[in-house]
């Protein structure tokens, strides 16, 4: 045998073992990859009622934040109206209340200095 066929040889011995392990890592990601597809459609199969419960959910929670959002409309018209309802009986109350405790107090003097004097 020359140099050249030993090399030949070698080389054909090579790439038989090439090719045998590029089968066995081709088998080994097939096997990965039926595996792979396996969990994908176990987590399609699974998450699509709970995409479909979330739907639901966040339609509740959005008509319950436009109920809310009616609410506080409310509550500030309220807490308006309530603001101008103590303005306008500050305004009606205040000066007569004044004048009652003044009359009240003038009275009182009076009282008190007509019994000093008795």
Not at 20 to 28: G, I, P
């Amino acid at each position: 045998m020359t140099g050249g066929e030993v090399a030949a040889i070698i080389a054909s011995v090579a790439l038989v073992v090439a090719v045998v392990a590029l089968l066995f890592a081709l088998a080994a990601l097939t096997k990965t990859l039926r595996t792979l597809r396996t969990a994908v459609e176990d987590l399609h199969r699974e998450t699509m009622p709970v995409l479909g419960d979330l739907r639901s959910t966040v339609s509740t929670a959005n008509a319950e934040l436009v109920r809310v959002d009616s609410l506080l409309n409310t509550a500030e018209s309220v807490g308006a109206t309530v603001d101008s309802a103590s303005r306008l009986a500050y305004l009606a109350f205040s000066n007569p209340l004044i004048k009652v405790l003044a009359v009240a107090s003038g009275t009182g003097r009076a009282a008190r200095s007509l019994r000093r004097r008795k």
